[in-house]
């Protein structure tokens, strides 16, 4: 059969409340054109993030009810670890209440003044957290990451080269390589096995640690078996596996491909490393055996690992943005090719190219989407970017406005609304304006900044 079905029935529904487009306008004009100051009853369809936003299982609800919550040793931390060392073979696995916290954690060891910490592309939290300790994020990405249009299959691939001479001439201040699969900020887009094993490689030869940040770790695996020579016929189980046995540790959000509403993990193998990042998490999170976490969260953990890596989910999974991209690039609308692993991205750049990227096209798109159509996107741009530490103000390398799709949470015909609702944009697209940002905090703006239509 050609058709991929949703390999799932559906047995607990939430009603989407319906709106009319001029309600929307209001609430908007409401939320000073921020989509994160939204009320989720105002959206239609939730396209902000795949983070946390899943449908758990029925297995995973009744694991919720064997969850054990003592306070030390509770059985529900040995079911998480084993789940997670059935997939990755760390000695050390530290839970935590999201993947930010694992990262807050590791860099207030590796990171410190004057250190660079090299990835792929850093997401934002990452990026964030290294800064913090007064360390540098180094984004190493290969050049056809940065090409919407490129069809390489590998977009996420850390360019070797790049990190060689980074390794050569400032190797006494990189404490750790870190890679990130997929690549969220890049159009999550999937890492090679071959690159991820290179970069291993590169690291350890010049005795340096290498962290995995695995938030999409089994989006990942489906596009190596898919693409990699010599990958089609493993399992995703053991195409998994190879990607973090080269690794000396991982930062992890369950709330992606864990299946958890919220949870995340840092992994480790050096057991002095371990034991500092035990000691920051008793005092930022909790005991080494919940974290951040309830007993219960750790047993819909440990399901949704198992869960998580079916062939059958996976490639449902895939072909929805492949179906998306494919039809909206059929109405020439521009969008980053091939389809990422958890999104797809619109290149408002190449769809709105005379508007200066500091009238902000991306967010131009996002907001008139939700006023069509009540989905709610993601401006990944100049928005979020564009703000330098120094207090200047530079465009971003990409204009991007991401609607990522929750697990298992929407059908068939909510794509076919999506795309719509492009089509309908599409009709509209010249009379977009842009934006121009009336109040905003000193870091992070685009979550609380406020704008205003020009
Ligand atoms: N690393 C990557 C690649 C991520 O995409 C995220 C979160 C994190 C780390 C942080 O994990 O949210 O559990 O603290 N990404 C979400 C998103 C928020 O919408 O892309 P967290």
């Not at 670890?81 to 860099?107: S, Y």
């Not at 007064?134 to 940065?146: F, H, K, M, S, V």
């Not at 330098?388 to 909510?414: N, W």
Request: proline share 5%; charged share 25%.
């Amino acid at each position: 059969m050609k058709t991929i079905i949703e390999p799932f029935r559906i047995k607990s529904v939430e009603p989407i409340r319906m709106t009319t487009r001029a309600e929307r306008e209001e609430k908007l004009a409401a939320a000073r054109y921020n989509l994160f100051a939204l009320k989720s009853r105002d959206v239609l369809i939730d396209l902000l993030t795949d983070s946390g936003t899943g449908a758990m299982s029925a297995r995973q609800w009744a694991a919720v009810m064997n969850g054990d919550e003592s306070y030390a040793g509770s059985p529900s931390f040995d079911r998480f670890k084993t789940a997670v060392q059935n997939l990755m073979p760390f000695d050390h696995i530290i839970p935590t209440h999201q993947g930010r916290a694992a990262e807050a954690i590791l860099m207030s060891i590796l990171g410190g003044p004057g250190r660079k910490i090299p990835s792929n592309t850093h997401f934002d939290t990452t990026r964030g957290n290294i800064e913090a300790s007064g360390a540098e994020a180094i984004d190493l990405i290969i050049p056809e990451g940065r090409d919407s249009q490129s069809l390489h299959p590998f977009k996420g691939n850390m360019d070797l080269a790049a990190l060689e001479s980074l390794l050569t001439e400032h190797g006494d201040a990189v404490p750790a390589v870190m890679i990130t699969i997929t690549n969220n900020a890049g159009g999550g887009q999937p890492v090679s096995l071959e690159n991820i094993q290179a970069a291993s490689k590169l690291a350890r030869r010049h005795g340096k640690l290498f962290i995995v940040d695995g938030c999409r770790f089994a989006e990942n695996a489906w596009f190596i078996k898919q693409r990699e020579p010599g990958q089609f016929e493993r399992t995703i189980t053991d195409i998994v596996r190879d990607c973090f046995a080269c690794a000396d540790g991982m930062t992890m959000s369950a709330k992606k491909d864990a299946f958890g509403n919220i949870g995340g993990w840092l992994a480790l193998n050096d057991d002095d490393l371990a034991e500092q990042a035990r000691v920051k998490l008793i005092q930022t999170e909790g005991f080494p055996t919940y974290g951040g976490l309830a007993g219960r969260d750790l047993e819909a953990l440990a399901e949704g690992l198992a869960e998580i890596i079916d062939e059958s989910y996976l490639r449902y999974r895939i072909r929805t943005n492949e179906y998306i991209v494919e039809q909206l690039d059929a109405m020439d609308i521009p969008v980053v090719k091939p389809a990422g692993g958890h999104a797809v991205f619109v290149d408002a750049k190449r769809w709105l190219p005379g508007m200066n990227p500091l009238d902000y096209p991306a967010h131009a798109v996002a907001c008139r989407l939700y006023e069509i159509a009540g989905i709610r996107s993601c401006e990944i741009g100049s928005v979020m970017f564009g703000r330098q530490t120094d207090g200047s103000e530079k465009p971003a390398a990409m204009e991007l406005v991401r609607l990522a799709f929750p697990r298992r949470t929407y059908t068939q015909s909510h794509a076919d609304y999506v795309i719509e609702a492009f089509a309908e944009l599409k009709d509209e697209i010249t009379s977009l304006r842009g934006f121009t940002i009336t109040n905003e905090p000193k870091q992070m703006r685009h979550f609380t900044c406020a704008f205003e239509r020009q």
